[in-house]
Every structure is written in C-alpha cells, then in structure tokens.
C-alpha cells in the first residue's frame, strides 16, 4: 500500500486549476487559519476554503467536508462553474477517504458535467483521477486504470508533467496491488524520470516509497534500502511525519525478513509514537501488527497475543469509523444535502399531519352540522348524505395510502438494514475465508443497491404526494450525459453478472425534461434491467429520435413478464415483486416511480415483454 499521504497529494492539483499557484509544499492547516481572505472577497475565500479543505483531508475529514460545503455554497453565490466544480470534486474526495463511496461518486459526476460544460480539460483531467483513486480504493484495479489513463491523456494534452507523474505513480500502485511487479516498476520508472528531472520532492518521496515496497514484496532488501534512504530523505525534508512513519515501517518490514528483531520492534516504537502524535489510529495499527509479526517468530506467544489484541481493537476502531460509516451513514445522509431535504420532508409530513388532523375535526365538526341540518332539512337528506360519504372516502383513502406507504418503508428497509447488520457484526467477530469474505462482500453490495434505490424513490415519491400541486421544471438536457452516470454507475452491478451493458444513439440528442426524474428513470429502468437478466446476458440503451420526440429505451434478454405480469405491475395496494436473476431482492415500486416520474416529466411510458425472452421499456419524452 502507497503512503497515505500519496493518495491524496494529487488532491492539491485542484486548487491549481482554480488558482494561478503552484503549491510546491503541503498546505498546512494552522498557516492557512492565520490568514483567512476577506469575507467580501467571494473568490478568493472560496479558493481559501478548498485549499483548507485539502490541508485537513487526512487530519480530520468532517472539517474538510465542512470547507468543501461551505465552498460550494460561495462558489454557486458567485456564480462560479469552475469553483463550484472543485468543489463538488472536494466533497467526492472527503467521502472517499472515508469509505462512502457511492456519495464520492455522485459528486465526481456532478463535477463532470460542469467541467464537460465549461469545457475544462484540467477540471475533467482532476475528476477522472479522483474516480480512478476512488476505485483503486475498493481494489476495483481495472477501473481504476481506466480512470487513470483517461486522466493521463488529457494531462499529455496539456503538456503537465508533474501531475503525469504523479499519475504514473498512481498506476504503479495500481499495478502493484494486483500483484503486477514488473508493470508497477515500469510506471514508477516514469514517473521517476520525471520527479529528478524537475527535481521535485514530493513526487521523488512518493515513487521511491512505490518502488521500494515493490522490492520489499520481491524480497530484494539491499535495493529496496536504497530507494527508502533517499525515499526518507525527502520526507524528512518536507517535514512529513506521516511519510516518515510510512519509511519506518517499510524499513521494519526489511528488518523483519531479515530476522533483525530488536531493529523491527525500535522502528515500530518510533511508529506508535508519531501516530500518538498526529492522532491516526492506522499507524498505531501498523506498529502493532509488526510488534505482533515480530513477537510471533521469535515465538513469544503472550506479547504476540498482546500486540494481535491491540491489532484487532485498532482494526474494529477503524472499520467502525472508515469503513463502514458509508453503510450507517447510507439511511441517515444518502448524498450531499439530503439531511436538509429529509428535514425539508418531515417538516411538511408534518405540516400534512396538522393539516390532516384539522381536517378531520372540521368534517367531524361539519358531520354534526349536516346531521343536524338533516334532521331539520328532510328533503336534502340524500344530497348531504352524499357529500359525507365523499369526505369519508377521501379520509380513507388518505389513511389507506399512509397505511401502505408505512408498510412498505416498514418490510423494505428494515430487511436490506438488518441484513447489513448482521454482516457488519459477523464480520467484525469472525474470521473469514475468502469464499465467505467473496460472499458477504456479494451481500453488502446488494443490501446496500437496495436501499439506496428505494430510499431515493421513496424520498422523491412521497414529496411528490405531500406537494401535489408541484409541477417538475423542465430543461434542456443532454440525453449522453445522462446516460453516461447511469451506465459508470451501473457497471460494476453489471460486472458482477458478466452483463455487457451498451449505449445505442445515432447523433447527439437533447430532451426537455426535468433532470432529477429523468436520472431517476433512467437509474430504476437499468438497475431493473440488469437484475431480471441472466449471467452473460445484454443491457441496451437506445436513444431514438422522432419527429418532435425523443425515445428512449432500456432492453434486456432477461426472463421478461407474461401480460398479466405487467398488468400487475401498477397497484399501489399490492406491489408485483419477484426475486432478479441472482435471487435479488425488490420492493416492486420502481416501474410504479417510473410511470409516475415519467408522466411528471410529460411523457409516455410504454412495455414490451416476452416470457423468457426480455424486456423493453420506453419512455417518449418531447424534443428540446
């Protein structure tokens, strides 16, 4: 694994896509609090924000998601694209560092399209390496290089050496945790050639750490020495303890493979000591699990035992707090800005009980009215009689809806939310073999697919209950860049079912639609195609364009719907579901959404489906 501090270096590129600076040291958090910009300077307070942001990345990640926020929310007041861009791209970079990815990526997507707009090579160069360093995080490494390459060739394009470095040194550690040595060699030899030439310590620091741990791994220690001498030297020049503890510990696995005990177990004192220091659990960790290495072949079983505790309490500690923040936090924050329209939404459920309760006293009050009227009035006896059934009605079918609505919020996440639970615990309390790891990894992945659809629907579905009277605003959109999130969003699932999934368009096409349901559609019919589909099997999205139309469609070869299946499809009272082609679960709402939101949008929603034989799903949208 790279230093942390190489993960995250890249980060400082942003700022200088916003700013004319060049940083050529890391940006301290004390000298940037000493001298913040003047408030009524908009932009150089939010360039401010960001660099502040990225100083407290690895030091303390809810300040640095607060800078990012705060940025955003400057950056839009002053009508800024490229900073409000950066941004996003800082936001996505915070909730990667703490495992959230599906938040991180939804905010790289939304700096993707601005940059696209505003046409800034260096914006997008910056956003396809944050995916890329996203999923090399998850150890998706084919991603990643994809991700990665896709940022080398616009950096190439702009002639900018020192980030094509530091993009070498990326995919050298790309390459080296998927075991590819001689691959990983040759990048950091790249990146290295670059880093002496423009003689640049940050960059040499980073490659000499790749390189020397590719030799620790191929058990070339007197190489590998020489790589740490100089890779530390820099560190200490640069005053970067966390790079110097990361030295320490290469040169305590050295020590190790050696069988120099007591060199190993003084370098892992000194790593404790600067992880007490800076606060961070993982290098307490580190010097642990060597303590416990050490202790274990020199076949001391007790202090072995003690340092393995400790090891494991760190590894819970972290977990707890990193890794699995993203499936909690999944219920309780989904993507940025949502705690404020979930507050937004309880407000007005709130607001819809009031009103709800006042309605009732009224048509009691009014019922004893009319019966009173009634008792006097004989011959308007039917007519009054009429109008309380109708209120009766209404009232019913209120509480029908609030009933059902209940129920399915009740059974659908309470199940998906229990089992990621439950594999949290049994995860932390056993230890797993890699087909058990392979399998609750599967689990996780479709508990948490679950969730996320169904709570965006449902959040989007219920405000439109609540504001009836709320129209969707309808804007010109770019029919490829919508498809182009849902396909990056969607191709891991796919992956995972070997299902090649296309995108089909004869030209560039533009629809008037509102932007959040059309997303929205577009991300229920292809997850809803790929889960009805069968290993090996195909995912089309076609655009077709009409007279004034645009259409545009979702088909699989999946196990397709008999017409009475279809028919099914659209009671509200009694969802049609079935298990996906790899038993996985669905809440049967999401074509009764997609009918909803398409309607919303002012269009038609069609299906076409053959037992056995799959499924098309249309929806025909006005041209912009």
């Known amino acids: 694994m ?4 190489s993960r995250y270096f890249f980060a400082m590129l942003l700022w200088t896509c916003t700013t004319a600076n060049t ?29 502040l942001s990225e100083a407290y990345l690895t030091v303390n990640t809810d300040s640095a998601l607060i800078c990012a926020n705060t940025a955003l929310s400057f950056s839009k007041a002053s009508n800024n694209s490229m900073l409000e861009a950066g941004s996003y791209v800082a936001i ?3 909730y990667d560092y703490v495992n959230q990815q599906i938040i991180a990526l939804e905010n790289f997507l939304q700096a993707k399209n601005i940059y696209t707009t505003i046409k800034s090579d260096s914006g997008l160069a910056v956003t396809f390496y944050s995916i890329g360093e996203m999923y090399n995080t998850l150890r998706e490494l084919q991603m990643s290089r994809y991700y990665f390459h896709k940022s080398l060739a616009l950096f190439a394009s702009l002639k900018d050496e020192i980030q094509m470095a530091n993009l070498y040194g990326s995919l050298g550690n790309n390459f080296f945790r998927g075991g590819m040595y001689d691959s990983a060699q040759y990048y950091n030899q790249l990146g290295l050639v670059i880093g002496r030439k423009e003689n640049n310590d940050y960059i040499l620091q980073d490659i000499l750490g790749n390189m020397a741990d590719v030799l620790i791994e191929q058990h070339k220690l007197d190489e590998a020495d020489v790589y740490l001498k100089e890779a530390n030297h820099y560190a200490f020049i ?31 004192d000194e790593i404790s000591a600067i992880g007490r220091g800076l606060k961070m659990d993982d290098l307490l960790m580190d010097a642990s699990e060597m303590k416990y290495k050490v202790f274990k072949e020199m076949s001391n079983a007790d202090s072995a035992l003690l340092y393995l505790e400790r090891y494991n309490t760190l590894a819970d500690t972290l977990t707890g707090k990193r890794k699995y923040l993203a499936l909690d936090s999944l219920l309780n924050m989904y993507h940025m800005g949502k705690t404020q329209k979930e507050v937004e939404l309880l407000k007005q459920t709130n607001k819809s009980n009031t009103i709800l ?92 697919n679950s969730v996320d659809m169904l709570l965006e629907n449902l ?22 860049d919508l498809v182009d999130e849902a396909i990056q969003l969607y191709q891991k699932p796919a992956s995972l079912k070997n299902i090649h999934l296309t995108y089909k368009v004869e030209r560039a096409v533009t629809a008037l639609a509102d932007r959040n349901y059309l997303s929205l559609i577009l991300r229920n019919l292809v997850n809803n195609a790929i889960k009805f589909t069968p290993t090996n099997g195909k995912v089309l999205i076609e655009v077709l364009e009409l007279e004034k139309k645009i259409k545009l469609c979702v088909e699989d070869n999946g196990i397709g719907m008999s017409k009475e299946e279809i028919d099914k499809l659209f009671n509200l009272e009694k969802p049609f579901t079935k298990r996906g082609t790899m038993d996985e679960k669905g809440s049967g709402l999401g074509l009764l959404f997609v009918k909803e939101y398409t309607e919303r949008c002012g269009g038609i929603f069609s299906i076409t489906s053959e037992k056995d034989k799959g499924s098309r799903f249309c929806i025909t949208l006005n041209k912009a």
């Open 2 to 5: 790279a230093p942390l501090h």
């Open 238 to 268: 640069q005053g970067n303890h966390y790079g110097i503890a990361y030295g320490k510990n290469q040169l305590a696995k050295i020590a190790l493979q050696r069988k120099d005990y007591a060199t190993a177990i003084e370098l892992a």
């Open 459 to 480: 959040l989007v579905w219920a405000k439109m209950q609540m504001d009836g009277n709320i129209i969707s605003k309808p804007e010109r959109l770019m029919i490829d």
């Open 23 to 51: 940083y050529s040291q890391r940006i301290d958090v004390d000298s940037l609090l000493k001298s913040p910009p003047v408030e009524s300077r908009a932009v150089e307070r939010t360039k401010w924000l960001l660099s």
């Open 92 to 94: 996505g970079q915070s």
């Open 357 to 448: 309760l006042f309605s009732c006293c009224a048509a009691l009050l009014l019922a004893g009215g009319l019966l009173f009227s009634i008792y006097s009035r004989s011959t308007e006896r039917k007519e009054l009689n009429n109008t309380l059934q109708q209120q009766a009605d209404k009232l019913q079918n209120l509480n029908q809806l609030k009933d059902k609505m209940f129920s399915i919020i009740g059974h659908d996440l309470r199940g998906p939310v229990s089992s990621l639970k439950s594999l949290v615990d049994f995860m932390k309390s056993n230890s797993l073999s890699d087909t058990d790891s392979a399998m609750i990894v599967k689990e996780l992945r479709q508990s948490v």
